[in-house]
């Protein structure tokens, strides 16, 4: 079942479909990570029906120069659209293709690209039985490195990419990362209270500098 979801910022709603993923508190930790800079051009990989880009958008509207949406799954990019034109995103754009799809035209193109990605590896866990929400939960479509690859291919020199992502992933991504030339500058955990923590929101920046800086966990 559709139906709209206030963001509580800025008077943005956005769509829903109970059918299709959902989005959870993870995106909207990820959104509130990244920080936006002056005339920022911003892409959301796997962005499911709009969620951290628009949210981003919201926090960071006099920074943002433009948001573009990638999301494989048409009823999600459709749902995003939705969302957009209600409210009168006029600087936002949808991409409806798989990320490994990403043309010549993005190359280098973005100074920030945020994902909220699929976190489980294919054979570990039980499958959602709903395809399209299990496409969003595990790596059927795309695997952490080829994600990893296209972020760097479309961030220019010095452009920064924000993650979030399961804790036992952590040195697999900090690792491809790197080999995508893509140094990690900015690391926090998430946990519950008096739990350790289950999920990481990394910053890296294309051709950086090495040195990582560890924030103070989020209680979550």
Not at 59 to 69: A, E, M, P, R
């Amino acid at each position: 079942m559709e139906r709209l979801e206030d963001l509580l910022i800025n008077n943005l709603k956005i769509y829903q479909d109970d059918s299709l993923y959902t989005f959870t508190s993870d995106s909207i930790l990820l959104s509130k990570f990244a920080k936006g800079k002056k005339e920022d051009v911003v892409a959301d990989f796997c962005s499911g029906s709009g969620i951290v880009g628009i949210h981003f958008y919201a926090l960071n509207k006099n920074t943002t120069k433009s948001v573009t949406l990638f999301e494989m799954q048409k009823p999600l990019a459709d749902l995003s659209k939705k969302s957009i034109e209600l409210n009168g995103l006029t600087n936002f754009k949808v991409e409806n293709i798989k990320i490994q799809q990403i043309g010549s035209e993005y190359a280098g193109k973005f100074s920030l690209i945020l994902c909220n990605p699929p976190y489980m590896q294919l054979g570990s866990g039980e499958g959602d039985k709903n395809p399209s929400i299990d496409m969003c939960k595990r790596e059927v479509e795309l695997k952490l490195e080829e994600l990893i690859e296209k972020i760097s291919y479309s961030l220019k020199f010095g452009g920064r990419t924000c993650l979030v992502h399961r804790v036992e992933r952590l040195a697999e991504t900090i690792c491809l990362m790197s080999k995508h030339n893509i140094e990690a500058k900015k690391l926090q955990f998430v946990s519950a209270p008096n739990k350790e923590p289950y999920l990481f929101l990394i910053e890296g920046v294309k051709g950086g500098k090495k040195g990582i800086k560890v924030l103070n966990n989020i209680n979550n």
